[in-house]
């Protein structure tokens, strides 16, 4: 009997293949090493591949699907349903295996190497900037402690700085500038270094070529609100026995797209808040009834089902109230 379906759990250097027929029975169990993978699947007749979407999943999906075999990714969350009591290796390719024949699933599509180089731009971006406020925070707190205090903001940061650098300050003990300056050269570091990837080509436009980096094919999703939910931007759910009850939102799909939505939303309703008319529009009647937080949540819902119609149907962006 040939294999018609594999579940691949994928990990460092030893990786668990479960096969079976076009019947469900099993055909081959066995451990693989990282040198023999490949080899394996360039031996076998094509079939379908399904693997957990992870560190490397999609590097080692191009791999395979390099030799006809039709590969799916699908997230870890989707699969834990199929995986038994016991917790190994065997029982995670057995519960992807049968995780991926399942009509009900939704996968992941496999990016190519160009999207996830440009994702690597937005998450270095956000790693320095991460780090960054890590720093301008201990600058702030070691300061204190001798009774330099600045305002709010990484911009005000510049007195501290001018504190530490001149070695004029009465309240700041010489003993303590060489350590400060150490943290002060590190933030110049990582400023100049934010500064250089923000000129990269594409990450002026942050959020749109992070949606795109991110979401090869739109059409994955049957709509715009499931785009939405899929980044977690809609209300998580606790219902039963015919009761609705509705919390706070899901946040269960892609943090950083979401902080960008969010943040962009946010700068949209500062805006509109100078605007004289903002009473007649949609967003000026959402301000008057919600805080500013959860309009920016529903806002940001609006502009992610935007995004996913301009994908997924072709469509330009046609204002509106």
Known sequence: MQITTIGLDLAKNVFQVHGVDAE?????????????????????????????ACAGAHHWARQIAAFGHEVKLMPPAYVKPYVGRQKNDMADAAAICE??????????PVKSAA??????????????IRQRTSLINAIRAHCTEFGL?????????????????????????????????????QLQFLNDRVRRLMTIPGIGIITATAIAATVPDAGAFK??????????????????????RLGGISKMGDAYLRRLLISGAHAVISHAKRRKDIGETWLGGLLARKPSMVAAVALANKTARIAWAIMARGETYRATA
């Open 24 to 52: 469900g029975g099993s055909e081959v169990r066995r451990k693989l090493r990282r040198g023999e993978l490949l080899r394996f699947f360039e031996k076998l007749p094509p079939c379908l591949v399904g693997m957990e």
């Open 99 to 108: 995780a991926v024949s399942r009509p009900s699933m939704r996968y992941v």
């Open 115 to 128: 999207q996830q180089a440009a994702l690597l731009a937005h998450r270095g971006r956000s790693l320095l």
């Open 149 to 185: 205090v600045a305002a709010k903001g990484p911009a005000n940061i510049a007195c501290l700085i001018a504190a530490i650098r001149d070695g004029q300050n009465p309240l700041l003990p010489q003993e303590a500038r060489p350590a400060l300056s150490i943290l002060v050269d």
């Open 223 to 244: 709509s715009g609100r499931e785009f939405a939910a899929w980044i977690g931007l809609v209300p998580r759910q606790q219902s039963s026995g015919g009761k609705e």
